[in-house]
């Protein structure tokens, strides 16, 4: 028969000792089990190894995940949630089909395991409602289980429901102390609310849970770099990447806070260490692409052009179809800082291609399409054709109801469009209900504000810019564009 055991139950009942022995003269004693999702499958050896993967997938380990799930699952092929999570860290449909296997899979399985595998894959489907009301049955069945109330905190921390989010945050690790993704959040919950030392506490916390990985001190060092405190956070990343050298993203956030300081040898000298200490093909895509920002920060758009060649080159020899696609939305987003707007719409045209001959499907297809779509409606409204953007708008919010958390793409192409037609008031309306930490809004918003005369709010809106200190590539182009590089001397590559 299958075999059945959860990492939460086994903790719990480890915790608790023996049971209490029943006088003789007494009945059996029932112990009350842990009401979690189960892990089902026919190895005890293969459980081990996905409970193992499962954990430095919740550290963001993917590369060590994968090798721990691809071992679960030659020694049970038929194994539903090591099938699931496996196709999470695929990319195109080739992770579809192995989350849909898992789905089958799953069919007889205890209902909450069921439940979350069907959920998993509606997320992947890009169908979210269904996600949501699936983890909300799957947290009534299994109210000890921290994982239902982390999932579902996602839906909330997308909607910019902050107080929702640290509410399920906290029921989540006041169920499993040790539950490091679910401190993880909750920090950036806390930062989002604007209370640096109660994220850093939380990370702090996820640290204590996780003492041997990398990716606690990677999230504090983001937070203090949030909070400005630049020098602190250069010194937090690179804690992560002693912990483990294989930590690329370490090294990229060594790498932006060196930017920020103006440090620009320095900062790509760090993400060459990010690209060498990539074990994924997809992460050395992604360091590439921060690197290419850090050219068009200081006025480099040849430079940068040649690293993303770089950066594709790689993705399409490792059949990364989402990645291939994703790069030219890079490209739309530099063209549209340059006011290319030609350029940009062709840019969008041809990752939408990229996604037709790759076959992505579900949230993969979606989210391509979504940014490709919004980023050439922006550029067609900026150069005066809202005729053009305003057909594109209807497909662009359909796909905002698939994803959450990118209602500020929304705004944006919505603020473009009243901008296109001169009206700098509606535009500012849009954006100004973006989350507060969108640079791309709250780059629209200065151009709103100077459309509209207003240069005493653009230039506050500069300012919010500047204290970001976002990590993302994209991020540095923002921060350039609003005098983040004029304001430490540096101006152009050629200086």
């Avoid at 990319?91 to 089909?97: I, N």
């Avoid at 993203?249 to 260490?273: H, I, P, S, Y």
């Avoid at 500020?408 to 973006?434: H, Y």
Wanted: charged share 25%.
């Amino acid at each position: 028969m299958r075999t059945t055991t959860t990492l939460v139950a086994a903790l719990l009942l480890a915790g608790c000792g023996s049971a209490t022995e029943a006088p003789t003269d007494a009945g059996p004693v029932e112990v009350a089990q842990a009401k979690v999702i189960p892990v089902t499958s026919d190895s005890t050896e293969a459980i081990d190894r996905f409970e193992r993967g499962r954990a430095y997938f919740e550290n963001f380990r993917p590369d060590d995940a994968t090798a721990m799930f691809d071992e679960a699952l030659a020694l049970d092929p038929e194994f539903a949630q090591a099938h699931a999570y496996r196709g999470m860290l695929r990319q195109g449909p080739d992770g579809v089909a192995q989350m849909r296997k898992a789905r089958d899979l799953a069919k007889d399985a205890p209902e909450p395991e069921r439940l979350a595998v069907e959920a998993m894959l509606a997320q992947r489907d890009g169908d979210m409602a269904s996600a949501k009301a699936k983890w909300a049955e799957v947290a009534a069945l299994a109210p000890d289980d921290w994982r239902p109330p982390y999932e579902l905190s996602w839906f909330a921390f997308g909607a910019q429901d902050w107080a929702g989010a640290k509410d399920l945050l906290t029921r989540a690790v006041e169920r499993e102390p040790r539950a490091g993704e679910a401190w993880n959040l909750l920090g950036y919950t806390y930062a989002h609310l604007g209370d640096y030392d109660a994220a850093v506490v939380a990370f702090d916390k996820y640290a204590e849970a996780a003492p041997i990985e990398p990716n606690p001190h990677d999230s504090k060092a983001e937070v203090l770099m949030m909070a400005g405190r630049l020098e602190e956070a250069e010194q937090a990343f690179a804690r992560a990447t002693e912990v483990n050298p294989a930590f690329w993203q370490g090294f990229a956030g060594v790498a932006q806070t060196r930017f920020l300081r103006g440090d620009w040898e320095g900062g790509r000298t760090a993400l060459g260490k990010a690209i060498g200490a990539a074990t994924l093909p997809e992460d050395r895509v992604a360091a590439r692409v921060h690197l290419a920002w850090s050219w068009i920060a200081v006025g480099d758009p040849e430079q940068a052009a040649i690293v993303l060649g770089e950066a594709e080159t790689e993705a399409q020899a490792a059949a990364l179809a989402a990645s291939y696609a994703m790069v030219p939305l890079e490209r739309v987003e530099m063209s549209l800082m340059a006011a290319r707007w030609v350029d940009a719409a062709a840019h969008a045209d041809e990752a939408l291609a990229r996604a037709e001959a790759g076959k992505l499907e579900g949230a993969d297809l979606i989210g391509v399409r979504l940014q490709a779509n919004a980023g050439k409606a922006v550029a067609l409204a900026m150069k005066g054709d809202t005729a053009g953007a305003e057909g594109l708008l209807a497909t662009v919010e359909d796909d905002i109801t698939r994803l959450p958390g990118t209602e500020g793409i929304g705004r944006v192409t919505r603020a473009a469009i009243a901008l296109g037609k001169n009206d700098a008031v509606t535009a500012i309306g849009e954006v100004s209900l973006c989350d507060p930490r969108d640079a791309s809004c709250l780059w629209l918003l200065e151009t709103a504000h100077r459309k509209a005369g207003d240069t005493a709010a653009a230039a506050a809106t500069r300012e919010r810019i500047l204290g970001l200190n976002g990590r993302t590539g994209m991020y540095l182009g923002v921060w350039a564009q609003a005098g983040g590089v004029a304001s430490l001397g540096a101006t152009t590559a050629a200086e």
